[in-house]
């Protein structure tokens, strides 16, 4: 089982709100989560998110993958640190 940390989206219509869940890439997108780490609002200015940063930590030394998304969270977050290449 490949696992994601990926958003799922929540909230009504034209107001949107998601949660960061680590899910089986097989599964549609607002399907069962494994489980959840954090949420996101991207409206409020600037957006808002919490993290679980233990869960995601594990999650990521568990091989879980992250989605484009979701990294850029991570990223402004200060959770996900880059790895620089190697030369």
Known sequence: MAVKLRLTRVGRR???YYRI???DSREA?????????G???????PPVWSLK?????????QGAETSEAVRSI????????EEEPQN
């Open 14 to 16: 034209h107001l949107p």
């Open 21 to 23: 869940v680590a899910m």
């Open 74 to 81: 991570l990223k402004k977050a200060k959770t996900l640190v």
């Open 39 to 45: 949420n996101y609002s991207p409206l409020v200015n």
């Open 53 to 61: 940063q233990d869960r995601i930590e594990y999650w990521l030394s």
């Open 29 to 37: 997108r607002d399907g069962k989560p494994i489980e959840i780490l």
